[in-house]
């Protein structure tokens, strides 16, 4: 509440933010480029390929742990600090990723030290740019999160590059010291957005100004988490199992399965893009509602049809479009439901989903065998989680006597 009676920052300020945002969100975005590096450490390692790709499950429930707590962190030491100190882990994690001579190094280095780094840095900042713009979260996420996307199409040529004229080592120390260089770069060009003012006329505004506390006692709270949990686990495991699918479901030659991995970052990208930009338009529970339609879509082809390789390119492409829109939106719905001052604690821990969606559809895939049990499960979600969006209501809280007394 300290920040309530500043006077309005200059307009650039908040631009400048939106442009270290960007900046911030591509540097952190290239780990997901993960999967280029998982041959060679599998050889330098002498271990299996899936133990080696374990280091990404991990790095992604550690930004979601993190993501979790950077409002607290950036309460305590405010935005441009947390995103410079996550800069500086970002490129130590990647010097030890780099030194790594087992499989237990590598997955603390590039699972946990990493994966606490880029969440420290992706949500704080994701959040507090979106409240500096109020009147068009959904186009300012789309920004942001598309940023996040490109930076990891934009490091895959980067990092490809890198291996084929350096060491797999040196390659790990360029690419830490190239992140940590940008996203201190963009960090500096950010400020702290300013405590949103609820206008005494505006009463639908400050009735859906919630705590943490407060958000987590509400059925809409654990009904968008559920939403969430289901996008993210249907997007992550089948993006992230895409080639395999390919080849073993549909019978393609590798060379062809390995194209779902481009179909998927263009399809991403448009549903960060073109969700994002409607979200501005329309309520934003009904984006998230053709998001599920879409993703459901996906996932009947997955389930009832015998695919073809372009059914095999709709498909997957469905279920990443409607990832990257759900992602790219839920930060502004969440504001939507709950406020946006509290915004960065009350999507951290819905994005915790995020974390355990990454691991849950593997998980499952592991104990049941196969990918026909993890399709029908991630397929039920996806039909209770329709439900869930259509019958949702905002909250609303009513005032007590004496704020009626001290409006009146």
Same mark, same amino acid.
């Given at each position: 509440?300290?920040?309530?009676?500043?006077?309005?920052?200059?307009?650039?300020?908040?631009?400048? %933010?939106?442009?270290? /945002?960007?900046?911030?969100?591509?540097?952190?975005?290239?780990?997901?480029?993960?999967?280029? +590096?998982?041959?060679?450490?599998?050889?330098?390692?002498?271990?299996?390929?899936?133990?080696?790709? +374990?280091? +990404?499950?991990? #790095?992604?429930?550690?930004?979601?742990?993190?993501?979790?707590?950077?409002?607290?962190?950036?309460?305590?030491?405010? *935005?441009?600090? @947390?995103?410079?100190?996550?800069?500086?882990?970002?490129?130590?994690?990647? $010097?030890?990723? !780099?030194?790594?001579?087992?499989?237990?190094?590598?997955?603390?280095?590039?699972?946990?030290? *990493?994966?606490?780094?880029?969440?420290?840095? $992706?949500?704080?900042?994701?959040?507090?740019?979106?409240?500096?713009?109020?009147?068009?979260?959904? @186009?300012?996420?789309?920004?942001?999160?598309?940023?996040?996307?490109?930076?990891?199409?934009?490091?895959?040529?980067?990092?490809?590059?890198?291996?084929?004229?350096?060491?797999? =080592?040196? &390659?790990?120390?360029?690419?830490?010291?190239?992140?940590?260089?940008? *996203?201190?770069?963009?960090?500096?060009?950010? %400020?702290?957005?300013?405590?949103?003012?609820?206008?005494?006329?505006? =009463?639908?505004?400050?009735?859906?100004? $919630? &705590?943490?506390?407060?958000?987590?006692?509400?059925?809409?709270?654990?009904?968008?988490? #559920?939403?969430?949990? &289901?996008?993210?686990?249907?997007?992550?495991?089948?993006?992230?199992?895409?080639?395999?699918?390919?080849?073993?479901?549909?019978? #393609?030659?590798?060379?062809?399965?390995?194209?779902?991995?481009?179909?998927?970052?263009?399809?991403?990208?448009?549903?960060?893009?073109?969700?994002?930009?409607?979200?501005?338009?329309?309520?934003?529970?009904? @984006?998230?509602?053709?998001?599920?339609?879409?993703?459901?879509?996906?996932?009947?082809?997955?389930?009832?049809?015998?695919?073809?390789?372009?059914?095999?390119?709709?498909?997957? !492409?469905?279920?990443?479009?409607?990832?990257?829109? /759900?992602?790219?939106? $839920?930060?502004?719905?969440?504001?939507?439901?709950?406020?946006?001052?509290? #915004? %960065?604690?009350?999507?951290? *821990?819905?994005?915790?989903?995020?974390?355990?969606?990454?691991?849950?559809?593997?998980?499952?895939?592991?104990?049941?065998?196969?990918? &026909?049990?993890?399709?029908?499960?991630?397929?039920?979600?996806?039909?209770?989680?329709?439900?869930?969006?259509?019958?949702?209501?905002?909250?609303?809280?009513?005032?007590?006597?004496?704020?009626?007394?001290?409006?009146?």
């Amino acid at each position: 509440m300290s920040r309530t009676n500043l006077s309005p920052a200059p307009d650039s300020v908040r631009w400048l %933010t939106l442009l270290g /945002t960007i900046i911030t969100q591509f540097a952190l975005g290239s780990v997901y480029t993960w999967s280029l +590096f998982n041959g060679q450490l599998s050889q330098k390692l002498d271990a299996p390929v899936s133990q080696v790709a +374990f280091s +990404f499950g991990l #790095l992604s429930l550690g930004l979601a742990l993190s993501s979790s707590v950077a409002g607290k962190l950036q309460e305590r030491f405010g *935005v441009r600090n @947390v995103a410079i100190g996550a800069g500086l882990l970002l490129a130590v994690g990647f $010097y030890l990723t !780099a030194q790594a001579n087992s499989l237990l190094m590598l997955w603390l280095s590039a699972g946990v030290l *990493v994966g606490l780094a880029d969440g420290a840095g $992706y949500l704080m900042t994701l959040s507090n740019c979106v409240k500096w713009f109020p009147e068009r979260k959904g @186009v300012i996420s789309a920004c942001a999160i598309g940023a996040y996307g490109l930076g990891s199409l934009g490091f895959k040529f980067i990092c490809s590059s890198l291996l084929a004229h350096f060491s797999l =080592e040196n &390659t790990f120390l360029i690419w830490g010291a190239l992140a940590m260089s940008m *996203v201190i770069l963009g960090a500096l060009l950010m %400020t702290d957005a300013p405590q949103q003012h609820l206008s005494q006329g505006n =009463e639908a505004t400050a009735a859906r100004d $919630y &705590t943490l506390a407060e958000s987590m006692r509400m059925p809409q709270y654990w009904m968008l988490a #559920l939403m969430f949990l &289901t996008a993210c686990m249907s997007g992550l495991y089948v993006i992230g199992v895409a080639k395999d699918i390919g080849e073993g479901m549909v019978h #393609l030659s590798t060379q062809t399965a390995a194209n779902a991995v481009t179909i998927i970052a263009v399809a991403n990208l448009s549903g960060r893009l073109i969700l994002g930009v409607l979200s501005d338009k329309i309520a934003r529970i009904r @984006v998230i509602t053709l998001a599920q339609i879409v993703s459901l879509a996906g996932m009947a082809i997955l389930l009832f049809t015998r695919m073809n390789e372009t059914t095999f390119f709709i498909s997957v !492409a469905c279920i990443a479009f409607s990832f990257g829109g /759900t992602i790219t939106v $839920y930060p502004s719905l969440v504001s939507d439901f709950f406020g946006l001052n509290n #915004l %960065t604690k009350n999507y951290g *821990v819905i994005y915790l989903g995020f974390g355990i969606g990454s691991v849950l559809g593997s998980l499952i895939a592991s104990l049941f065998g196969g990918f &026909t049990v993890t399709f029908s499960l991630i397929m039920t979600l996806l039909v209770i989680s329709l439900v869930m969006s259509l019958i949702i209501r905002m909250p609303h809280r009513a005032r007590s006597i004496p704020q009626i007394l001290q409006r009146s």
